[in-house]
């Protein structure tokens, strides 16, 4: 079993769209979680982080995090054609680290 | 405030050669983290520095090392370069303690041939 879990997709939504990503992981001792959005040749771009279980919102952004299913996901509305992109879960290591352990990512496609 | 620079951008190698990637973090982190991508694996920790130290390791062959400076500039080396190390090489900066500080340079895409 892979530490962190992702669908790799393609996801495909129509412009203006809520567009559902969701991630898996093993680690029960894992306390913070990360979603990165990674353009086509570019490095990976932190949009949300979360801690504690529940819902995060920034803008069209919702991070939601179930620690006791070990699943997190990140709801993007409204999704715009820019939205399209890899978007990448994180896990940060338990202990005293600052390595992040990520799934393979979801590509998402955001058809106008 | 400058970002997280890695030097060089591009570079191609060829298979048995060696090679070394710097990381020049933002101002005032202290831990350096090293990340490789790649198509077929995705992106996978290689190490961590702080404060000069290793502080963890990733499951990559001693062909690859780094180190860190006591301005915590990092370099990376990668000896006797084999065909799938051709990745993009990624260095991330925080503040240690505070994950939320990780962000990433641009990379440094290694091709090797």
């Known amino acids: 079993q892979k530490e962190v879990e992702q669908n790799s997709g393609p996801l495909s939504v129509p412009e203006g769209a809520i567009a559902s990503l969701n991630c898996t992981y093993s680690?029960?001792?894992?306390?913070?979680f990360f979603w990165y959005r990674q353009y086509s040749g570019k490095s990976p771009e932190l949009i949300m982080f979360i801690y504690s279980n529940g819902d995060k919102e920034d803008g069209r952004f919702t991070a939601q995090l179930n620690k006791a299913s070990q699943y997190v996901s990140l709801l993007i509305r409204d999704s715009q054609p820019s939205d399209s992109a890899t978007y990448l879960c994180?896990?940060?290591?338990?202990?005293?680290?600052?390595?992040?352990?990520f799934g393979q990512g979801t590509t998402l496609q955001v058809k106008p | 405030k400058a970002g997280v620079t890695q030097t060089p951008r591009y570079l191609i190698k060829t298979r048995g050669q060696q090679v070394t990637l710097s990381c020049s973090p933002i101002?005032?982190?202290?831990?350096v983290s090293w990340y490789q991508q790649t198509p077929g694996q995705g992106l996978q920790f290689l190490f961590e520095?702080?404060?000069?130290?290793?502080?963890n390791k990733g499951n990559f062959p001693g062909r690859f090392s780094g180190r860190q400076f006591s301005n915590s500039r990092s370099e990376m080396n990668v000896s006797t370069l084999e065909l799938g190390d051709s990745a993009l090489y990624l260095c991330?900066?925080?503040?240690?303690?505070?994950?939320?500080?990780?962000?990433f340079g641009e990379g440094s895409w290694l091709t090797v041939v």
């Open positions: 520095y702080f404060s000069e130290t290793q502080r």
């Open positions: 991330a900066s925080s503040l240690p303690g505070n994950p939320n500080t990780i962000y």
């Open positions: 680690d029960r001792g894992s306390q913070s």
């Open positions: 101002s005032g982190h202290r831990s």
């Open positions: 994180a896990v940060l290591g338990s202990g005293n680290t600052g390595k992040l352990i």
